[in-house]
């Protein structure tokens, strides 16, 4: 309504903004430990109540971000600050305006309100909120059952269930979109709209997530398998409308599942979780890919995008189909208050550090924070801010790195307030540490303290379980890397920040730092958040100063290739030029090369491709023409290229015209089984021919014996200790020194990067073209079809019984623990658990961590429920 | 001092130094994981034949050779035995 919005201005602007202020200076003191507020218990009293939550009910009402900011702030300094019931109650009433039911439950569960509100409201407001309270639910199709949401997860049912088209939704990090999509999502099969879904995810550490969500709503009667293994068993492939299945997998895993089939048309739905990372580097091209084909195999797919806090989630639906309905569900409420705090140190006194909250263009002064030591350097400032600020819990501190991570965790460890811990829980986190890493591995020390760092090649197991003890309050402090910002659904009470830098060294920018801010504040959990931005004037740190407010912009990483045209024609260029030295290649203008070069093999033209219709045809014109010539010179057929997104055709032509080439025994050019004594060096043979002919992928070339080596130890199914054990040998025995931290990290970055994501990217195309290469001159018979090396090396996996076991839903680290006790390499799933029945009360006995026990109960569980 | 003629499988080298170039150029040809061919392998098996420790190193019998990795980025032969076991050897040992 236009003629209230000068209205709402005033009150925000004039009418309410002193006490508005002092309210949010005090509801945020609430949240703070050791901090020197200025105000009393007086002033607090003072407050005009009755006239604040009237604004903020007329406030409620407003379609702008800011007036619903300022309610939002009352209704939680009405609840936080506890003046009077009578208040507290009608704060609850205005977050029932506001829809925000969740926050009324949490204050009836920190005994702010007692229960049954509506009971004690007068009747015509017990009308009107009860009215409210239907208008915020929605009905589920398969229970008939109504559901409490909030207006984002409203707008989201009704748009979702209207129809088949595609839909892109976008919402801040705490309104609750995974918990509404699964929701959805179940409430499909069991209406029977829906027989088989693919939901992707960009990171291993999501899709445990969603695995778990998914499994936590679906029971018994259902019939849905939820699987994240990229195989079909034989049987499957049989019946493959027999059995319902949710499939959850990185873009990556997708095109290896798709390849395993010949046509799959079966898929009904496709939800892309984090869907703004279509522009990440090389892997946003791999997941444009992969949209792009499974809508080719079913034209009518629903396809629904989720994003955090975007500016313009509608560029997703551009490729939809031709008459596909397209809508945008565009939410930009918040549903947690949330401070943006900087901390300064007082002059002179190091241990003193001025909080002044920003809201808008204004600062609040907080008061002072006392730290326990003088720090003297940077991490000191982040490790004793968190430490004092954060006793509650819930504080999360950013670090640029994993090495920072461990440290300023070890600082934080050290606060005398801090002190070892008995709880059951982390002893058992820092057991499996211990086993599953080294006993030397600094998290297991700092987790028996209630304080953990999380980085990205960190063994899942162990991270899932750093995330589950941070949520439920054991894990007081953690300290993380970017990787919890690309895809992890964590968020905290507390952020501490100081110059965050996104991968090596840039500094974040404004979107990039608000994704990062959106996680402070957990709805249903907490009423507010806090962003604490450490030295906020150093412009070292914060080269343009702490970020105002951004949502993040969208942008396919082949459009913003693409868009430098000039680049993208030089780098084709020097393609058919040949000849590349190592340092002409470039990993983004790789991806897209490949992309548009499978797209050409594929179709004759990119005029058909998907995303045709929003380029440039002179610009479509003269990539035509490129393409063209490079195809004429690829023999390598296009539905090679097509299996393996991200590789280079022209690449894998270099490769095949070696292998034609080549004039020595072809079984040479097979790689071994991992058990045979050549293995290492063929892998090693192997990496040198791709880093020469398709892309330099193991790099640099010197330590592509290293890369083999690790990609074979995986292979036979070595634990990650075990790995670590030996290179520590290998150095010991040769005289080497080493650093341990970095001797662990290094080797969980060649596990996570190389063996699980270049080498089964690239051998598996290396196998491809070898096969192709064999075919086409009558030997076939040199063709083993006995290992799929893209799942083999991924998982790291070359036996049976592994791979059942990995295919029963265990972690590869309890998978491998298991099987270091497991005789039979040729068991299938059931016989795994009729291992499993007949040896669990043995697992003590074996040294088997209790976190693996735990999780071997649970897929026992869910199998014999789901089966 | 004159040239002293080899033997090696039957063939013969006017002087030490062609054998050491037959060896390496057919050490080169192949990429470390590699199995040599059946006709290569006649050679070697007159090579290491003249190794100063052949016995041991033949062991109770050849199944094949292949080409492996050796220290600084070099390759070198091996000679696979019949029970399972491998070694390297020198070829520069056996000439």
């Not at chain 1, 869907?275 to 997941?287: C, E, F, M, P, Q």
């Not at chain 1, 401070?339 to 001025?354: D, F, G, M, T, Y």
């Not at chain 1, 952020?495 to 402070?520: Q, S, T, Y």
């Not at chain 1, 790689?671 to 004594?677: D, K, L």
């Amino acid at each position: 309504m236009v003629s209230e919005q000068p209205l709402y201005d005033w009150l925000v602007d004039v009418g309410v903004a002193d006490e508005v202020r002092f309210v949010r200076k005090a509801t945020a003191a609430v949240g703070l430990s050791n901090l020197d507020c200025k105000f009393d218990e007086s002033e607090v009293n003072a407050i005009e109540w009755a006239r604040l939550l009237l604004a903020g009910s007329i406030l409620s009402r407003s379609e702008s971000r800011r007036h619903k900011e300022v309610a939002l702030t009352i209704a939680t300094g009405a609840v936080v600050l506890r003046s009077s019931s009578e208040v507290s109650d009608a704060g609850a009433v205005l977050f029932n305006d506001l829809a925000n039911e969740r926050s009324i439950e949490l204050a009836i569960s920190k005994g702010i309100i007692p229960p049954d509100l509506y009971s004690r409201l007068g009747t015509s407001l017990r009308i009107e909120t009860e009215r409210r309270k239907v208008d915020s639910s929605v009905l589920v199709q398969s229970s008939g059952r109504h559901l409490a949401v909030n207006e984002f997860q409203k707008e989201f049912w009704l748009a979702v269930s209207n129809d088949n088209g595609w839909l892109s939704a976008s919402a801040p990090t705490a309104s609750g979109k995974t918990f509404l999509v699964l929701q959805w999502l179940v409430d499909q099969f069991r209406a029977g709209y829906v027989s088989n879904a693919v939901y992707l995810a960009p990171t291993r550490a999501l899709i445990s997530e969603i695995e778990d969500g998914l499994q936590s709503l679906l029971i018994e009667g259902d019939g849905v398998r939820i699987n994240s293994m990229p195989i079909r068993s034989g049987q499957e492939q049989a019946n493959k409308y027999a059995r319902r299945t949710i499939n959850v997998f990185t873009q990556e895993r997708i095109h290896i599942f798709l390849n395993s089939i010949e046509k799959d048309d079966s898929v009904d739905v496709l939800i892309v979780d984090e869907a703004h990372k279509i522009g990440d580097d090389s892997r946003g091209v791999i997941l444009q890919d992969a949209i792009e084909r499974l809508n080719r195999s079913n034209p009518n797919l629903k396809v629904v995008f989720v994003s955090p806090a975007t500016q313009n989630p509608g560029i997703l639906l551009e490729d939809a189909p031709d008459g596909s309905p397209k809508r945008t569900v565009d939410s930009d409420f918040p549903t947690v208050l949330q401070n943006l705090i900087l901390a300064q140190q007082v002059p002179r006194k190091p241990r003193e550090w001025a909080l002044q909250i920003r809201d808008a263009e204004q600062y609040i002064d907080l008061g002072v924070l006392h730290l326990n030591n003088k720090p003297g350097s940077v991490k000191k400032k982040l490790a004793f801010i968190a430490a004092a600020v954060g006793e509650a819990g819930g504080t999360l501190v950013y670090a640029n790195g994993a090495a920072e991570a461990e440290a300023i965790a070890l600082l934080i460890s050290q606060i005398p307030k801090i002190e070892k811990s008995e709880d059951e829980e982390l002893l058992a986190l820092s057991d499996l540490v211990r086993k599953g890493v080294h006993t030397r591995y600094q998290l297991a020390s700092v987790v028996e303290r209630g304080v953990a760092f999380h980085y990205g090649n960190m063994p899942s197991l162990i991270r899932r379980e750093v995330e589950r003890l941070f949520r439920s309050g054991k894990i007081r402090y953690l300290v993380c890397t970017s990787t919890l910002v690309e895809g992890v659904n964590l968020s905290c009470r507390t952020i501490v920040v100081r110059g965050p830098r996104k991968g090596r060294g840039h500094p974040m920018e404004a979107h990039d730092f608000w994704n990062l801010a959106g996680r402070a504040g957990r709805w249903g959990s907490e009423f507010q958040g806090n962003i604490i931005c450490v030295d906020p004037a150093d412009t070292d740190a914060w080269p343009s100063g702490v970020p105002v407010r951004a949502r993040y912009p969208i942008t396919r990483e082949s459009d913003s290739v693409m868009n430098s045209h000039h680049k993208l024609n030089e780098y084709l260029d020097r393609m058919i030029v040949g000849d590349r030295a190592d340092n002409e290649f470039d990993h983004q203008l790789e991806t897209v090369s490949a992309f548009l070069l499978s797209n050409f093999l594929r179709a004759g033209s990119l005029k058909e491709a998907a995303f045709a219709s929003r380029r440039n045809p002179a610009e479509l014109e003269i990539l035509d023409e490129k393409l063209r010539y490079l195809s004429e010179r690829i023999e390598v057929p296009s539905e090679v290229a097509l299996r393996h997104p991200g590789v280079n055709a022209f690449g894998l032509q270099r490769l095949l015209d070696h292998f034609q080439n080549y004039d020595g025994n072809l079984e040479n050019l097979i790689p071994a089984p991992v058990e045979s004594f050549d293995a290492y060096d063929r892998f090693v043979t192997i990496m040198e021919k791709i880093n020469r002919y398709v892309y330099p992928a193991f790099m640099p070339e010197g330590l592509v014996p290293l890369h083999a080596l690790v990609v074979i130890e995986w292979l036979k199914g070595y634990s990650l200790a075990n790995i670590i054990k030996r290179r520590i040998s290998y150095q010991e025995d040769n005289n080497r020194t080493y650093k341990l931290p970095n001797l662990i990290r290094g080797t969980m970055d060649l596990v996570e990067q190389t063996a699980r994501f270049r080498a089964p990217r690239y051998v598996a195309a290396y196998m491809d073209v070898l096969k192709f290469h064999f075919l086409n001159i009558g030997r076939s018979d040199l063709i083993e079809d006995e290992l799929d090396w893209g799942v083999a090396l991924e998982f790291g996996v070359s036996t049976k019984t592994l791979l059942s076991l990995l295919e029963l839903g265990l972690s590869r680290m309890s998978s491998v623990i298991l099987y270091e006790n497991i005789a039979e390499d040729g068991y299938s799933q059931q016989g795994c658990i009729e291992w499993i029945s007949e040896h669990r009360s043995q697992f003590d006995g074996m040294g088997i961590p209790k976190i693996i026990s735990i999780e071997v109960d649970k897929v026992l569980r869910s199998r014999s429920s789901n089966t | 001092m004159p040239a002293i003629p080899v033997t090696i499988g039957g063939k013969i080298f006017e002087k030490k130094g062609d054998a050491l170039e037959f060896f390496q150029v057919m050490l080169a040809k192949y990429y470390p994981g590699d199995t040599v061919s059946d006709d290569d392998s006649v050679w070697l098996t007159g090579l290491i034949a003249r190794h100063p420790e052949a016995a041991e190193k033949i062991g109770n019998g050849i199944r094949n050779f292949s080409v492996r990795r050796a220290d600084y980025n070099t390759k070198c032969f091996w000679v696979n035995r019949v029970d399972g076991t491998s070694e390297k050897f020198s070829y520069k040992s056996c000439v």
